[in-house]
């Protein structure tokens, strides 16, 4: 897991770079170059969040329909057991 974090942006910014010379058939000069990096590097730890901040949202959400099913089964249990 190590291995991508590291590997990841310097992949997107090759990857970046060679679309914007060899796609876009711009010259990359040193001022785009290094504002770019800058900009990647400023990117790079909420990218890196993101995961992590999904599987939670998805965690709360799963753990709030349990909550639900299980108060629903109680309150129905409840009124069975009044009748």
């Known amino acids: 897991m190590t ?3 590291t590997w990841i942006p310097s992949a997107t910014a090759l990857a970046t770079f060679s679309w914007y ?11 785009k170059a290094f504002t770019a990096v ?3 590097s400023q ?4 990218m890196t969040a993101l ?3 999904f ?3 998805l965690h709360g959400l799963s753990c709030g329909i349990i909550t639900g099913y299980a108060i629903l089964i109680c309150y129905s ?5 009044a009748y």
């Open 21 to 31: 010379t060899l796609g876009e058939q711009e010259q990359l000069t040193v001022s």
């Open 77 to 81: 249990l409840r009124i069975d057991a």
């Open 43 to 46: 990117l790079q730890e909420p």
């Open 3 to 5: 291995f991508y974090r």
């Open 38 to 40: 800058a900009l990647f």
């Open 51 to 53: 995961p992590g901040q």
């Open 55 to 57: 599987f939670a949202m």
